[in-house]
């Protein structure tokens, strides 16, 4: 069982940024497909950006240039910078991972894991 604890989350004004982080409890993430998922109040959970165990990675259009996800398999750590907030970007961003190396990053059923979630948001 891995458990995923994300933090950094807050309120910041639009046009600022913040650092979300997510830490594993794995004993190692080296094969592991890491993602960021949000949720908006009362919208469906979406696919923010995902990060495969060489370092590949993806972007939704709506945070593309504004959002980098990283990772550091030494720390069992998943980051995400944002940069340039809107007030859309307002959710809960959650954490997710794949053991086994995800094929179709954006479906929520691809993760076996999750954190708890940390509330990000964006005032204008």
């Known amino acids: 069982q891995v458990q995923l604890v994300e933090s950094g989350g807050g309120l910041v004004q639009a046009g600022g940024s913040l650092r979300l982080s997510c830490l594993a409890s794995?004993?190692?993430?080296?094969?592991?497909?890491l993602a960021w998922f949000r949720q908006a109040p009362g919208k469906e959970r979406e696919f923010v950006s995902g990060i495969s165990w060489s370092g590949a990675n993806t972007y939704a259009n709506s945070v593309k240039g504004r959002f980098t996800i990283s990772r550091d398999n030494a720390k069992n750590t998943v980051y995400l910078q944002m940069n340039s907030l809107k007030p859309e970007d307002t959710a809960v961003y959650y954490c997710a991972a794949n053991p086994r190396g995800a094929v179709y990053w954006l479906l929520i059923s691809e993760y076996d894991y999750w954190g708890q979630g940390t509330q990000v948001t964006v005032s204008s």
């Open positions: 794995a004993r190692t993430l080296g094969t592991y497909t």
